[in-house]
């Protein structure tokens, strides 16, 4: 398999799934600026352009992030990646992964685009962002993780979104079961595996 990535992007969730179910996959980094990879065009493996895809060994793909971490855990499902099939337990994750790429990585995404000058960025993160990251630290302050006491597929979504805020200028510091999320994800292996293998610094 391989994972198409650009460093610090929504790849990074998929990378730690795909660790925490010690599967087989290799890293291709993707240019964002020029939609290219060592191997060439990178708009030939996903026309969309964004990141990340998963190349499966027998040469289909699957993009978007969520959608790659559904698919993860069902190749896997003793791990409980995810919850069974028609439980209410699944739909509740299936709702945070969604809450997660659309409101949360498309939200959070505006704060990198050119398009708006500081002042417009400022007041977008307090009246939209704030909002948000209010709903996950009352949740996170009485649960350890997304689903409750254990890590799930979306814990490391969640991850690799919340740790976007600090590069955008936002002080994370005021959502303390937030800051305590991020610490406790950062002690697992495949974490620090995926961040290492980006070349991320720690935080």
Known sequence: MKLYYSPGSCGLSPAIVLREASLDFDLVKVDFATKT???????????????????????????????????IADQNPGLKLLPSFGTQERYRALEWLNVIATDLA??????????????????????????????VEAHL?????????????????????????????????????????????????????ARAAEGLPSR
């Open 37 to 71: 990879t060592v191997e060439g065009n990178y708009l030939e493996v996903n026309p969309k352009g964004f990141i990340p895809t998963l190349v499966l060994d027998d040469g289909h793909f699957i993009t978007e992030g969520a959608v790659i971490l559904q698919w």
């Open 106 to 135: 498309k939200g959070m995404s505006t704060m990198f685009q050119p398009f708006f000058d500081d002042d417009a960025k400022s007041r977008y993160a307090e009246g939209y962002l704030k909002g948000r990251f209010g709903f």
């Open 141 to 193: 302050s009485i649960n350890d993780y997304v689903l409750g006491g254990e890590f799930s597929a979306p814990d490391a979504y969640l991850y690799n979104v919340l740790s976007w805020p600090p590069r955008a200028g936002i002080d994370m510091s005021v959502y303390p079961a937030i800051e305590r999320f991020m610490q406790r994800m950062e002690l697992r292996p495949s974490v620090r595996a």
